[in-house]
C-alpha cells in the first residue's frame, strides 16, 4: 500500500497527448492525464477518461460528431528521472463501462511490465479502494490528485499534485445538474482542463489498529470541474469512482487476459 503521496503517487501520473481530425481535415490538439494499472500476470493498462479519446462523447451539440482520434501519445517518467513516450496503435482495444455515463476507459498497452524498457510508476488491483473500502470514505475526507493541467511545470514536463477534500456523500452518486453522471463523486479543490484522467488518491487515516482508521488507497479518476456562471470555476471538481475500473475489469474477464508475446 502507499502510506503517503511521495514521489510513487506524484509520479504515477502520465502526460497525454492527442490529436483528433474531423472528415475536413480540421486538426484539434489535447493534452489530458492518465495512469496505469497492472492486472494480473504484469499486464499493464492505461486509464483515463473516455472524453479524452472522444470529443463527441456527451456533448449537448454535434459540433464533434465527425472528429475521431487519430494520435494517442503517453509519456512517464522513470526512476532515475528519464523520460519516455508510447505512441498507441489506433487499433489498440478500448474497454468500457456498461453504464456510458461512467467517464473511464481502459485500454491495452501490449507492454509487460518486466521488461527493462516497460513503463515505470503504476498501481496495482490492492491499491484500488473497492465498494467495501468506499465504506470507511467520507465527506470532507483528504484526497490528493496529480496530472497536467496548464499549470504543470513546462520546462520539465512534470505533473503537479494538489489536495481538496470529498464534498459529496460518497456513498451516493453525485449530480450538479439533477441528471444522472454515473458513479461521481464531488471534492472540494481545483481541477483544470488537462487534469482530467489523472489519479486520486486518499491518503491513509488514523493510525494502524485504531479504530475507523484504514490504509491510503486510488479511490478515483480525475474527471471534470464545475462552472460558476461568469465566476468561472466553482471550487468543486469531479472524480469517478475506482469501483467503475474493478467493474470493467471484471465485466471483461481482463484478470486473466495475456498479451501475445508477454
Request: charge should be negative; include cysteine.
Amino acid at each position: 500500500m502507499f502510506h503517503e503521496p511521495a514521489d510513487e503517487f506524484f509520479y504515477s501520473a502520465y502526460m497525454v497527448e492527442t490529436e483528433h481530425r474531423d472528415t475536413q481535415g480540421t486538426i484539434k490538439n489535447g493534452r489530458a492525464s492518465a495512469f496505469l494499472l497492472e492486472i494480473g500476470k504484469g499486464m499493464s493498462w492505461l486509464v483515463t477518461n473516455r472524453h479524452v479519446l472522444d470529443l463527441d462523447y456527451r456533448q449537448r451539440t454535434a459540433k464533434y460528431k465527425d472528429f475521431a482520434l487519430t494520435k494517442l501519445q503517453v509519456t512517464g517518467r522513470r526512476a532515475d528521472d528519464t523520460t519516455y513516450t508510447f505512441r498507441f496503435h489506433p487499433e489498440a482495444k478500448k474497454y468500457f463501462h456498461s453504464d456510458p455515463e461512467n467517464d473511464v476507459v481502459l485500454i491495452e498497452t501490449r507492454v509487460h511490465l518486466d521488461g527493462a524498457d516497460s513503463w515505470h510508476w503504476h498501481f496495482g488491483l490492492n491499491h484500488l479502494a473497492d465498494a467495501e473500502i468506499y465504506k470507511s470514505i467520507k465527506p470532507f475526507d483528504l484526497v490528493c490528485y496529480t496530472g497536467f493541467p496548464d499549470q504543470h511545470d513546462k520546462l520539465g514536463d512534470r505533473p503537479i499534485l494538489r489536495s481538496g477534500h470529498i464534498a459529496s456523500d460518497p456513498t451516493f452518486n453525485y449530480s450538479w445538474d439533477r441528471e444522472p453522471h454515473g458513479q461521481c463523486v464531488a471534492y472540494e479543490g481545483f481541477s483544470f482542463p488537462g487534469s482530467s484522467g489523472g489519479p486520486v488518491f486518499a491518503p491513509p487515516r488514523g493510525m494502524t489498529h485504531i479504530p475507523k482508521s484504514r490504509h491510503g488507497y486510488l479511490i478515483g479518476v480525475n474527471a471534470l470541474h464545475i462552472e460558476a456562471g461568469p465566476a468561472g470555476h466553482s471550487g468543486i471538481s469531479c472524480f469517478y469512482k475506482s469501483t467503475v475500473i474493478l467493474e470493467i475489469i471484471d465485466d471483461n474477464n481482463l484478470r486473466s487476459v495475456t498479451f501475445p508475446g508477454a
